[in-house]
């Protein structure tokens, strides 16, 4: 089987030729190996990321579920913004600070918040301005020069699938299981719970929309992300109740009744929202199911009481094993999370949330060919 086929037909809930495996590369490890600082990536866009986790995927050769890494936003769902422009408001040898402004009369209107673009980490967003010791209105700039231009909207989309082909799939954002994204927000909540409340019956307004232009393409995802990572860190699950699970109930309804596959990606503790998911969504798929301390699930008893009805993808722990582990350790991972979960199918060997920047590649090798060898069904 291909990596396409072999996903597709787990997802299905049939059988493979073998456990599909695909470790969380989102991000650090695909910038790393392009050998450039991190900003000529996220912010100049010389090599986009997903075009660097594309290449990760091929040189590692493993079975891809690529979720999001490709922003698919469309200008007639207000998802694009060409007034607002991009500054430096700060710079030196180890980062490079963003602020968004745009013309208002004879003067600027900036944003409330900076991205920080580091030389060897994934940027920073949404911050303000005074966490980091800068204005709010800052007292010089420069305009953000020489962005590489890329296509947008179905022809970004369909050029990511073109690339990635039968190494794996390609899905896109529509809804998410993530409200309260901070602890200022949770603050809030309880002061104007009306407001998130019209935050979320927004974003079911919007992600039925969005769902429709993306039905309505030549080139169609091959699954729907609609989760939110940390779900459960700013949201008990009372609150996950009230305010995202309808949005992850609408999505899944949706993906459902189009007959496309749903995901949902949410690190942290998971083992409540698994139950949710399993008994009042139309969900597909869950990951990354990260095991104590970092989450609270465990793979065996995750399989046992959901492995009928969800396709679990996780666990190997992302720091003790995959960055600090040696290679038996990885392999030993990989065969007991095997044994726990891929009985029947339904199984997607990964990590417990993205790979470190500086996990060897010896262990990801190992664990991709522990689920080629000892994953054979």
Wanted: charged letters at 25%.
């Amino acid at each position: 089987m291909t990596s396409r086929e072999r996903l597709l037909t787990t997802i299905a809930g049939k059988i493979p030729d073998r456990v599909p495996v695909a470790p969380d590369t989102s991000n650090m490890i695909p910038a790393r190996m392009t050998g450039k600082p991190f900003w000529d990536l996220y912010l100049y866009q010389e090599i986009p990321i997903w075009r660097a986790y594309i290449d990760c995927v091929k040189y590692f050769g493993f079975d891809s579920l690529m979720d999001g890494y490709a922003q698919i936003q469309f200008e007639e769902l207000g998802e694009v913004w060409p007034e607002w422009k991009e500054a430096i408001v700060f710079k030196n040898d180890e980062r490079i600070v963003t602020q968004r402004y745009r013309k208002a009369l004879s003067t600027y209107e900036w944003a409330d918040t900076v991205t920080v673009y580091y030389i060897a980490d994934p940027p920073t967003g949404g911050l303000a301005p005074s966490k980091i010791g800068l204005p709010a209105t800052p007292d010089k700039f420069e305009p953000v020069e020489g962005v590489r231009e890329w296509p947008t909207g179905e022809a970004l989309l369909k050029l990511v699938k073109a690339e990635m082909g039968d190494h794996g799939l390609v899905g896109v954002v529509c809804g998410s299981s993530l409200v309260l994204q901070n602890d200022a927000e949770i603050l809030d909540y309880y002061d104007n719970p009306g407001k998130y409340h019209e935050r979320r019956d927004r974003a079911i307004e919007h992600c039925t929309k969005r769902f429709a232009k993306l039905m309505s393409l030549e080139t169609k995802p091959d699954f729907i992300c609609t989760g939110g990572s940390g779900s459960l860190v700013f949201q008990s699950p009372t609150i996950f109740r009230e305010l995202a699970l309808p949005i992850v109930k609408h999505v899944t309804k949706l993906c459902k009744d189009a007959g496309i596959p749903s995901q949902i990606h949410s690190c942290g503790p998971q083992m409540e929202m698994l139950k949710i998911c399993a008994e009042e969504t139309d969900l597909t798929i869950i990951d990354p199911l990260e095991i104590p301390p970092m989450g609270d699930c465990t793979l065996k008893e995750a399989k046992r009481l959901y492995g009928d009805r969800l396709v679990l993808k996780g666990n190997l722990h992302t720091t003790s094993i995959m960055l600090h582990g040696s290679v038996q350790d990885v392999i030993d991972a990989s065969k007991q999370a095997i044994d726990d979960a891929a009985k029947g199918g339904r199984f997607i060997l990964s990590t417990g949330d993205q790979c470190g920047r500086d996990v060897p590649d010896a262990n990801l090798f190992a664990m991709i060919e522990t689920a080629k060898t000892y994953g054979k069904y």
